[in-house]
């Protein structure tokens, strides 16, 4: 494969700061870097939109409609008639239904890859239809892998491509007043222990939950949410605890400076950077035994897992972190060199080049 011939179409069509996106945008800055032409495809005046600006990629806001399986599939032919590609690598559910369309209708004319990054909750015809047209298909984590297989995805086309942690995202100076402006955000004191969620609406309700059977005064910060889960009420809580609810923010790394314990209550994330990105700070972690946080995380080594639904299990938890500050500082450095020595971004790289490498040699 000669790179700087290679051109590549990456698309999503969400476009909001949630991991699977900075995964993306981070994938297709690397691959560019690599001497790739990457042309992104990115919902306009989106998040996802603005970084890639910023990195220097081309970008083609196109917005996929939910539903729009045709009428996706006819703006994205027209754009690859007039900025022709060597592959398409597809990352979002709305545009792989497109270029699967393309595919069933003999109008895509090169290799196409699609990306997993989420559990398959497509049907199984869906599932079918899509690996027939792909030349690849990639899960992110092998728990992915084994769901699409039961969905019929089966064979050489299917490869697992692990998310490696976005280091740049996090190893850069934090400032005193990033602190302090977080401080303030959160209403920091020194009364309670800072305990954070920094995820999208996922089982936060369980954590709440949990707070009636947590002895220790806390203050849970539960960044990153919208809609109800931002704005709808809360249950009662114990006067001891305090819970701060916060929107997505762009940058949420002064944040771990502040937080003493990170949770990642989700039955349904296939490799989350939110996991990632804690451990390689140096946080301990809980997280619900399922999915892939069972794959980062060793239990009892360098996190912890617990039962996904039972708040009594969560409040054990982190009570038996909060209670062994020197234990859990050792989870903490554990974590760090799991996710930066296990789980390199390099690794994501070097992989997804040799699969383009593949996809371009048969073609």
């Excluded at 179409?9 to 699977?20: D, I, N, R, T, Y």
């Excluded at 008639?81 to 369309?101: I, K, M, Q």
Aim: net charge positive.
């Amino acid at each position: 494969m000669s790179d700087a011939k290679v051109r590549v179409l990456l698309s999503l069509h969400q476009g909001g700061g949630a991991g699977s996106v900075n995964s993306v945008l981070a994938l297709a800055a690397g691959l560019a870097g690599r001497g790739l032409l990457i042309r992104l495809v990115c919902p306009p005046d989106s998040f996802a939109e603005a970084v890639a600006r910023a990195k220097g990629l081309e970008v083609h806001p196109i917005a996929l409609a939910r539903g729009g399986r045709r009428s996706n599939a006819r703006r994205l032919a027209e754009l690859l008639a007039s900025h022709p590609v060597d592959l398409v690598n597809s990352h979002g559910s709305r545009d792989r239904e497109a270029f699967t369309w393309l595919g069933l209708t003999r109008r895509l004319a090169v290799p196409v890859v699609f990306t997993r990054r989420s559990y398959p909750r497509t049907m199984l015809l869906e599932n079918l239809l899509a690996a027939h047209v792909a030349t690849r298909v990639v899960a992110i984590s092998g728990p992915v892998a084994a769901a699409l297989r039961r969905r019929g995805v089966r064979g050489p086309k299917l490869r697992v491509i692990e998310n490696g942690v976005l280091l740049d995202r996090l190893d850069r100076p934090v400032t005193e007043a990033e602190r302090d402006l977080w401080r303030r955000r959160i209403e920091w004191e020194p009364e309670r222990r800072t305990v954070g969620i920094v995820a999208r609406p996922k089982d936060q309700a369980i954590v709440l939950a949990a707070l009636d059977r947590i002895c220790t005064p806390i203050r849970l910060v539960l960044a990153g949410l919208d809609g109800p889960a931002l704005t709808g009420p809360l249950p009662p809580l114990p006067p001891r605890h305090r819970v701060v609810r916060l929107p997505f923010l762009d940058d949420v790394r002064p944040l771990y400076d502040l937080l003493e314990l990170v949770l990642h209550p989700s039955r349904w994330d296939a490799l989350p950077q939110a996991v990632l990105e804690a451990m390689a700070l140096g946080k301990p972690v809980i997280a619900s035994r399922a999915t892939g946080n069972a794959v980062i995380i060793r239990d009892g080594m360098d996190g912890l897992l617990v039962s996904p639904t039972d708040p009594g299990a969560w409040a054990a938890a982190i009570e038996r972190v909060l209670d062994a500050p020197a234990w859990g500082a050792g989870l903490g450095a554990a974590a760090r060199r799991r996710a930066r020595e296990d789980f390199p971004f390099e690794r994501t790289l070097e992989q997804t080049m040799a699969l383009y490498g593949e996809c371009l040699a048969n073609a």
